[in-house]
């Protein structure tokens, strides 16, 4: 009897969980798809998201620089440690450079830009669908999709290649810096090590992870925010839930990217 | 017109609306009383389509709004003045742009002069001064909050205002202001309104006629008057327990008089 029990409620739950991820995935693609839509107003979106682009982008600037930049330091020093007398000095250069461009500028950007724009962009649609705003703006006759999440996900895709790449050469310099103070390789030892094995589809390759995590970023949070139920707690809860599911999408894409576009 | 015709609405275990069919002919003022949760303000997001009903029919002008398409629902919606219960205004928009939002025709809305005109004219029509243009939502009080989205419903010219809970939250003062307003834009506007309240005296002001909804279900309809005269025990009581409120109003205004 008992046994019984057990099995019902577990298919109980497995029914309920299925039916909670088709709505997910149904409610996502129809938002996917007013976004599609939405691009034909370009008047609407376009302003605003040059606005939230210069917010993100300056906004973020200083931690994005700061991370990339003691993340280029560590690498360098670690690879001191771990290297010191059993390879060739220019080999700092490889290992720096490319640590950095292919995984370390991208996915520390991602994650740091995960938690900082995401939960903005959840906390600001989930209260404002509390607040009845987004109500207030279906109700007259325009689209909130195109008013607000529209600007937030190109703002996203803008500007998170762009702190990418800004990313990618402070963590270099700050690699090149800490290589030459502590294991004293010269910076013609470094450039030679650094152009040996790159390869311009490396910095291709931390563009197209770049969006891929923007999109991520951006998307996530916003239909989070924007499908947000019972007030503070709701906010609260929204928020959160789009910071870990922004960034654990990142690491999964991290990975899938890595088999698809580095596999020999 | 508007008209809801035998409509429910489920959320999760709960029935908020059963079988709930009401008329509002051209012109009219409808009040929908009830107490708290009973399913007013979902009714009215029903009429102008931020939500379905679960079966029933609602039709505006005509049309069947569940069935409407995207673009067919926004044309309706150009023409349903939506006034919230908090003001919903923007937060990131000074009062003038929030207002401008509400002018619905495209034409219009880009053209600075003609909003800056409409905007000043509407923050008149609700007793604002048009100097207010420049403050931010969190600059105004819970009154001038109101008064703001009421100007933001009517900027459009729509043919249908929607209240919900216009006076909510408010003292007996800035509520009695709010009711005005309506009165005043019923006359000038002519157009037809449904005022969700929970607010027997107010509502029973503005209305030319008063919907009761108890229990998910329409309890009673009819003038004023009739719902005065009702010998209906849901009626009797609903009205019974907003007297004993009004009378509680009335003595904690006095003892503040008198303290003051």
Known sequence: MEEGALTLDVRRLVGRWTLRAASHAGRFTYLI?????????WRIWLPRTFEQAMSIGYGSLFIVLLVAGFAGAVTSLQAGYQFTGSVPLYIYGTVITESIILELGPVLTGLILAGRIGARYAAELGSMRVTEQIDALESLGRSPVTHLILPRVLAGLLTVPALTMLANIVGFLSGWLAAKSSISITNADFIYGARYYF?????WYSMIKAVFFAASMTTIPCYIGYYTQQGAEGVGRSTTVAVVASSVTILCLDTVLAQLLLHT | MIELKHISKRFVDSVVLDDVSLDVHDGETVALLGPS??????????INGLLRPDS?????DGLHVPALGRRELAE??????????????FDSMNVHDNVRLGITDEKHYEDEDYCAARVSECLRLVNLNPDVGG????ELSGGMKKRVGIARAIAGKPRYLLY??????????????IDTLVERLQSELGVTSVVVSHDVRG?????????LLWQGRIRAVGTPEEILASRDSAVQQFLERDLEMAVIQAETGEHRAHGA
Do not use: C, H
Request: glycine share 12%; no cysteine.
């Open chain 2, 76 to 89: 309706l919606r150009a023409g349903i003045g939506y006034v919230f219960q908090y003001g919903a205004l």
């Open chain 2, 164 to 177: 919900d809970e216009p006076t909510s939250g408010l003292d007996p003062m800035n509520a009695d202001v």
């Open chain 2, 203 to 211: 509502s029973f002001r503005v209305a030319d006629r008063v919907a």
């Open chain 1, 199 to 203: 390869r311009p589809f490396d910095l």
């Open chain 2, 135 to 138: 403050k931010f939502p969190a």
């Open chain 2, 37 to 46: 949760g009973v399913g007013k303000s979902v009714t009215l997001k029903m």
């Open chain 1, 33 to 41: 798809i007013d976004m599609v839509r939405g691009l034909a107003e």
């Open chain 2, 56 to 60: 029933g029919d609602v039709i505006v």
